[in-house]
């Protein structure tokens, strides 16, 4: 009889030396069913057909004692020889009609799909699950077909859960392809549990993994770590419809901004910036002057080196090109894996077709802990959600434009997109709108001067990128904290007797930047009573 599967966590295993290194392959997977993976699949494209088997029969040995079942990749001979539970075929495999004939109806068969069509030919063949890929950019597998991100995976469970017949009702479903801790809630949020009656996709059985466990320094304690997880933890947790703040709240935000500052100044974190050519320097500054380490790389190849210093990452979109988004998939996909904030800066996100296809690209690429953007923008990152919004009139340039918005809307959008996507979501404008999903705030800070010079908003996301790496315990506070540490040193420039417009605004701005945190830090002045958060 055909064994009944749980597939919430399904390890996939690797045996090059990139992920398992020097370690014994036998060992590293005894070590995460201790963890509390459900299914474990061999998946080896390198050994010979002599040692695939006798690693398979050593998998399945251990396997069995922890009533695991285990699935070969690709080879159905090797399934075969060992007598396991089945087999998983890829697209250029075997096909599923012929293994099953082979193996017969009592072993399971998978299919890994990346498209609706692929999805409906393995229901039809008689797969006993899928498992669709690929969700994010992954260096695991170099030659993956397509990444989809969660909207893809969404749109093939979509199309499962509203198919008639029993095959489509009873498939199983994991999705495969960059995911870690970090953004594991995220895939929960967005696929286990449907968002609304009027959209209402199959819900997935499980996601499946290759490095996040066959990498990981302690194997069991990082399965273990991936199994507890889920529910989302806090400042994620509550899930009710309208975004509220008690007064407590409010309290703890204002004892916390100053703390936050110093932790800056203190940790001097990396703000790795991948930015456009135009803002580089005021960037780096700006960075310099709050206190954090400025970096300003747009080499992908050099991202996961300076992911593990553990700092954060700004991508901004402002030139983007096909090369600049390979070299910015490569850094999310590394700042992910190392858990390092990424702040999204989608400029000019609707403005073209090639930049809304950008957008769609980076949000499939990987998990960001802020999106920042005007309001043209979030519309933009909220289309790319898989919001569907009245099509609003076309960007022109990436200055925002006439507000179409009223500031309720704008609160309603943002928590709505961070309530989606997990994350903290900032609209800026002469009210400055962010929230977690859970809480919002209005922020009436800052000068008509930030707006006269160029790149001021993408220092911003340079400022919160260092905040959130030196607070990561709550994004929302570190925000927070950020804006209000840059619009009030602003405020005080504009203020001062020697500036007279935008040009003497800079420097002026860097100098208060840097004074007030020093203020800050040597408890000299209480300048929150300027800030204007509701
Ligand atoms: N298949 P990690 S992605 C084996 O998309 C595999 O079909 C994929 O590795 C697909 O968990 C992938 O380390 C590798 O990102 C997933
Ligand atoms: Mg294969």
Redesign the pocket.
């Known amino acids: 009889m055909k064994p009944q599967v749980d597939y919430s966590l399904y390890l996939?295993t690797d045996s090059t030396a990139a992920i398992l290194g020097d370690r014994n392959l036998v060992e590293v997977v005894e070590q995460a069913l201790l963890g509390g993976v459900t299914v474990v699949q061999y998946?080896d494209k390198s050994n010979d057909t002599g040692v695939l088997i006798s690693t398979a029969k050593q998998l399945h040995k251990i396997c069995q004692q922890h009533s695991v079942p285990l699935i070969i990749n690709d080879r159905v001979d090797v399934a075969l020889a060992v007598g396991c539970e089945g087999v998983h075929l890829?697209q250029d495999d075997m096909g599923i009609t012929n293994a099953r004939q082979i193996l017969g109806d009592d072993k399971i068969i998978g299919a890994?799909v990346?498209s609706i069509d692929e999805a409906k030919v393995a229901v039809e063949a008689g797969a006993d699950y899928l498992?669709i890929?690929?969700l994010y950019a992954?260096a695991?597998?170099k030659n993956?077909k397509d990444i989809i991100g969660i909207n893809g995976i969404r749109k093939i469970l979509y199309y499962l859960g509203h198919q008639a017949g029993e095959a489509s009702q009873s498939i199983k479903t994991v999705c495969?392809?960059?995911?870690n801790a970090s953004n594991l809630k995220l895939v929960h949020h967005r696929l286990y549990a449907p968002s609304s009656n009027s959209e209402r996709p199959k819900t997935i059985d499980g996601v499946?993994?290759?490095?996040?466990i066959i990498a990981a320094k302690d194997v069991r304690e990082a399965t273990a770590n991936l199994k507890s997880l889920p529910p989302a933890l806090p400042p994620f947790e509550v899930d009710t419809a309208d975004a509220v703040k008690s007064s407590e709240e409010e309290k703890l935000l204002a004892a916390a901004i100053p703390r936050i500052i110093r932790a800056v100044h203190e940790k001097g974190p990396l703000s790795h910036n991948m930015t456009n050519l135009v803002v580089q320097n005021f960037a780096a500054s700006v960075a310099l002057a709050i206190g954090a380490s400025p970096i300003m790389s747009n080499n992908g190849d050099e991202a996961a080196d300076l992911a593990k210093i553990g700092g954060g990452l700004v991508i901004n979109m402002g030139t983007a090109t096909p090369d600049s988004l390979a070299n910015h998939r490569k850094a999310i996909t590394a700042y992910n894996a190392a858990g390092g904030p990424i702040v999204l800066d989608p400029v000019g996100a609707g403005a073209t077709t090639a930049r809304r296809d950008a957008l769609s690209f980076l949000m499939a690429s990987g998990y960001f802990d802020l999106i920042k953007g005007n309001e043209r923008e979030i519309l933009g990152v909220a289309r790319a959600s898989g919001f569907i919004l009245e099509d609003s009139s076309q960007q022109r340039g990436v200055d925002s434009g006439a507000s179409l918005l009223t500031l309720a809307e704008k609160a309603y959008l943002v928590s709505r997109i961070a309530r989606r996507e997990r994350n903290v979501v900032l609209m800026t404008g002469a009210v400055d709108v962010i929230s977690d999903g859970t809480t919002t705030y209005s922020i009436s800070n800052g000068h008509a001067y930030l707006g006269m010079v160029t790149g001021s908003g993408c220092t911003l996301g340079t400022t919160l990128a260092a905040f959130m790496s030196a607070h990561p315990q709550h994004k929302l506070h570190a925000a927070i904290a950020g804006i209000l540490h840059f619009e009030l040193a602003a405020e005080a420039a504009a203020a001062r007797p020697d500036v007279k417009g935008p040009g003497t605004f800079v420097p002026a701005f860097i100098d208060e930047l840097y004074h007030r945190r020093i203020d800050v830090v040597e408890s000299r002045v209480d300048w929150l009573d300027r800030a204007a958060v509701k």
């Open positions: 996939v998946r890829g890994t990346s498992g890929g690929t992954t695991t597998k993956t495969i392809g960059g995911i499946a993994i290759v490095s996040a």
